[in-house]
């Protein structure tokens, strides 16, 4: 099976699961996944509230990945377990999971249309062959991303920016709520960066819930609402001030991050963004 098409193929178990009123978008209690014996998350309990944005941090082999493929249901956890209102998450189609870029089989022979066409699958049905409003949300969603031109591009013509904005677009063709993103941000200039960011401020305004794993600090600080702290345990969650304090920096970064003291406060700089063993993280 395709490394492309892997992280899609639950879509086709997908449907509108209810909803309870009164329940978090995303409810995780004691969620724990063990590969042979070894603890990529411990015991890890925390909700979401809709239409919130919350940047996940951490070193490589937190369980940063493992956290949010276990929250879209691409996994099952060891223990522990995961709502997104009130039902469990893998019946919902209302989740979007955006795997790292790196991941991906790119040489996979699909156009841009036919991937943010996959979109669509749980909307149509199994069997239904797409009709005149799938195609025309799936030009909606090019247009709304930007990559409308880009429709028929082969996927592996795309540059990293572009590749994201066809996730994206995949996304609201789902009509998604909730878009898991795993460090969709790594490799990509700073205008690239600076564009995806838009485009989360425009799904903010769509009321779509965002949960993104990234490692770098300072953007988690100033683009998103609550931050995550994670090490395989939950180190703190909350207000970015309030959960990046020294204490807790070096509880999850140990040795591998250095506070630096600028303008009367600290800034941390890590030396694990890039390399090491991503099966875990």
């Known amino acids: 099976m395709s490394t492309f098409t892997t992280p899609f193929k ?8 209810p909803h309870q009123p009164g329940t978090p978008i995303l409810a995780v209690s004691g969620l724990t996944v063990r590969y042979s014996g070894h603890a990529a998350l411990d015991d890890v309990t925390f909700d979401l509230r809709a239409g919130e944005q919350v940047a996940v941090v951490g070193p490589n082999g937190a369980g940063k990945s493992t956290l949010l493929k276990a929250v879209a249901g691409v996994l099952t ?4 377990a995961v709502t997104v209102y009130g039902q469990g998450s893998g019946g919902h189609i ?15 022979p699909v156009t841009v249309r036919d991937v943010v066409l996959m979109g669509r699958i749980g909307m149509m049905g199994l069997f239904r062959q797409p009709g005149k409003r799938d195609f025309a949300q ?3 969603c090019l247009d709304l991303v930007g990559i409308a031109d880009l429709a028929n591009r ?23 709520e909730l878009m898991l993103m795993d460090e969709p941000l790594t490799g990509l200039d700073a205008p690239s960066q600076e564009g995806i960011f838009q485009l989360l401020r ?13 490692h770098d600090l300072d953007q988690a600080v100033q683009y998103f609402d609550r931050v995550m702290l994670l090490n395989r345990r939950l180190l703190g969650f909350g207000e970015p001030a309030a959960v990046f304090t020294p204490e807790r920096l070096m509880a999850a970064y140990g040795g591998h991050l250095h506070l630096l003291p600028l303008n009367g406060g600290l800034v941390a700089v890590g030396d694990t963004c890039c390399g090491g063993d991503h099966r875990h993280d």
Do not use: K
Not at 77 to 80: V, Y
Not at 96 to 107: F, G, I, L, M
Not at 202 to 214: K, N
């Open 154 to 176: 082969q996927i592996n013509e795309l540059s990293g920016g572009q590749q994201q904005r066809m996730f994206i677009a995949r996304a609201l063709a789902q009509e998604a």
């Open 77 to 80: 956890p060891t223990a522990g």
């Open 94 to 108: 209302c989740i979007a999971y955006v795997p790292q870029r790196t991941v991906v089989d790119w040489q996979f």
């Open 10 to 17: 639950s879509m086709l178990t997908r449907h509108h699961a």
């Open 202 to 214: 425009d799904l903010r305004a769509r009321g779509v819930t965002i949960m993104l794993s990234t």
């Open 138 to 140: 799936v030009r909606e």
